[in-house]
């Protein structure tokens, strides 16, 4: 693709003087990546300032430099440049990208799926429903990127710009016409998503998280917002009647609404629910016909992920046939309330919940479906919002019988200052503090008698664990099953 044609989706601060076209190699907003004939985007980051890499991205091969803010001491030695300003890199990033690779998802149905929990889960529900109605999707989330027969580890819950579009160019390639996709508040707030064009999406709901980046609550919303508010006019949007932030979103869409839940009136809901610690049954109420579902998935925030699912399914055009048996066949979501087999009489589930609302419900929930005692561990992530972690060590302390505090990923953070934060939201005295996690985890399955549950919570589907200077790798399911298997655990 030609420079002009690329750069025709761009909003300038001033139109450029003149231009020298060249066939265009590539784009990218790292310098160390720029080839000869490469679109180099300087990009205002949260730890660097890509206009201070423009010299070098020059004499590594840029021919074009795209540049938001006013620019000094540049290097014109590496022959002819354009130097093209625009009101905001990020957003250009994204459209560039779009561009370049042929905007590939204005031919795959994509379906953006946004909120603080639930995300993961419904993205493998709709995956299955899809699946049992004879397509062949592609997902993009937090546990993977997966198509035909390719996985993509993550990253991120939603990739970069860049990687965004060449993995929607080759989903296009494969001739796939879905895409799931988790779409993150960063992303959003970044403009990740820019140049995606959605054919509907899905609101889960909206608690304290990420409060590191977005300072309030107010801008998370307003970045989950963005979503619905860009969606195109004959896109439809699913959202949680049952969330106050799903009901303001109801007004700043145009789409076509469809909503779910379980205690306001709704278009898609849950009655006659009974809650058992091997499965979930309920009553599905749809505008069409009443659907008893039998589901593997425990616990009342699933029932809330199965309405989402199906809601969605059935904006789509499909029908029960294929949505009961694709949902009711979905044994489990890596990392959900994944259950370890332990054959001791107790049950351990990982789960990745990592905020207080989201330790709150699963242990609301695995407390309706236990008469024995509830042992939860957990830690908190390091670099992340510190404001969390002393209401999550009183979630856990309040609900649970037992807390184990231990680290989850410290990063760069003294792993005992954050135990310190938990703790002091604590006001029971039925908590241990094991900082070394295979130890936390030993610990937790040492207090299990029979009719116990414990959860480790926190990680999830997470193989790894960041340290300082290391990451080292870690699954809390492996490190279980390992501790269930030694005699003297």
Known sequence: ??????????????????????????????SNNILEGFVFVAIKGNNEDGHKFINEAICRGAKAVIFQSPLQKLNHSAGRVNFIRVKDTRGALAKLASQFYGNPSKQIKTVGITGTNGKTTVSYLIEAILKEAGKNPAVIGTVNYRFKNKIIPSKNTTPGALELQSIFSQIRKEGLDYAIMEVSSHALSQDRTEGISFHSAIFTNLTQDHLDYHKTLQNYFKAKSKLFKNIRLRAFAVINNDDAYGRKLKRLTGARVVTYGIENKSDISAQDIKLDISHTEFLLVSPREKVKFRTKLIGRHNIYNILA????????GLDFSTIKPAIENLHHVPGRLEEINTKRGFVVFVDYAHTEDALMKVIKSLRQITAGRIIVMFGCGGERDKT????????????????????????????????DDII???????FFVVPERKEAIRKSLSLAKSGDIVLLAGKGHENYQIFRDKTIHFDDREVARECLGQRNY
């Open 424 to 430: 002091s939201g604590i006001k029971r005295n039925n």
């Open 388 to 419: 969390k972690r002393p209401k999550m060590g009183r979630v856990a302390s309040e609900l649970a019988d037992y807390a184990i505090i231990t680290s989850d990923n410290p990063r760069s953070e003294d792993p005992q200052d954050i135990i």
């Open 309 to 316: 699912a199906t809601s969605w399914a059935l904006g789509n």
């Open 1 to 30: 693709m030609r420079l002009e044609q690329l750069i025709k989706v761009l909003d300038y601060c001033k139109p450029p003087s003149g231009i020298y076209d060249f066939q265009v190699k590539g784009i990218d907003c790292n």
